[in-house]
């Protein structure tokens, strides 16, 4: 496979660590994940599957959102009409199953945010066959949350003048949580409102993170990255652990291999391990604790077994 130009000036940027005597690489940023259309399928189809829906409890969050939707509308108050702003929309199929429960009684143009323009491609197939006022396609759906700010003032149209923030299928655990928050609050207006739809950290994370370790469609997705270093697949192994409040995604290197790219060398040694993805995971009142420090006012809703969480959050 070509080795991938941003992948490696990362590699280069960052550089390794020594833990005891192992080399870790850590490349761990959301926005390597989707380079290609190959490795943003890849994704839907681990998204999509039942190992991901055990390992994630995704229909526990589902459910926990959905049943939730009169609160949505509430706060929205008797001037119905709002830009539905999906960050990290993906093939924007959870954010459909929100707006059908929603039951027509809003009126929505639907903005699809992304760092990869083949998801954002797919989440305007999946609301094109919705019942939506008008789906907002411009040159900015395919940006990073850094740009929020400047994106939102250009959604104001006519009656639409608030916008509700989405943020859903623990999406919150790609990105560490005070920059995240800050963006998204900085870039609300008044009266806007941000719905987060995530996992929380229990006494289960351990076992939870042993079924992602061994979790083939994981696997799948995420060796694309290493490929894209020119690292040979039979010298790959897969993992996963639990460490620094965070779910590790990694590959450790079998046989020593050298990489030559650019006029440059890297000699990746036996038992080198390359970080590629992090997902944080935050107990209840941490969660509380971050929801409550950046906005005015945070319902935060736990499932039965305070596995998933539900955060409506004003600003």
Request: charge should be neutral; glycine fraction near 6%.
């Amino acid at each position: 496979m070509q080795i991938n130009d941003l992948i490696f000036k990362e590699l280069i940027k960052r550089g390794y660590a020594l833990e005891g005597k192992t080399r870790v690489w850590n490349i761990a940023d959301s926005k390597l994940w989707y380079l290609t259309s190959e490795q943003a399928q890849a994704y839907l189809d681990l998204e999509n599957s039942n190992e991901y829906n055990k390992a994630v409890n995704k229909d526990q969050g589902e459910s926990l959102m959905l049943s939730n939707a009169k609160l949505i509308l509430e706060k929205l108050g008797k001037n119905g009409a709002i830009n539905v702003v999906d960050l990290g929309c993906g093939d924007g199929k959870k954010a459909g199953k929100l707006i059908k429960a929603l039951d027509g009684k809003v009126k929505i143009r639907y903005c699809p945010i992304d760092i990869s323009g083949y998801m954002v491609q797919k989440a305007i197939e999946t609301f094109s066959k919705m019942k939506v006022d008008e789906i907002i396609e411009f040159q900015y759906n395919i940006s990073d949350f850094e740009n929020l700010e400047n994106i939102t003032p250009l959604l104001i149209k006519d009656q639409y003048k608030r916008n509700l923030f989405l943020l859903l299928g623990n999406t919150l655990g790609n990105f560490e949580i005070n920059e995240l928050l800050y963006e998204i609050r900085s870039a609300m207006k008044d009266k806007d409102l941000l719905l987060v739809d995530t996992a929380v950290a229990d006494e289960n994370i351990q076992k939870k993170t042993e079924l992602q370790a061994k979790n083939k469609k994981v696997e799948s997705f995420l060796i694309h990255i290493p490929l894209q270093l020119g690292l040979k697949k039979e010298n790959l192994e897969y993992g996963a652990r639990f460490k620094n409040s965070r779910i590790e995604f990694y590959f450790s290197i079998k046989d020593d291999q050298k990489i030559e790219f650019q006029g440059k060398t890297v000699l990746f040694n036996k038992g080198d391990q390359i970080i590629v993805a992090i997902a944080y995971k935050h107990d209840k009142e941490d969660l509380k604790a971050y929801f409550n420090m950046y906005f005015n006012e945070a319902d935060i809703l736990l499932s039965k077994d305070d596995a998933q969480a539900f955060v409506l959050c004003a600003k």
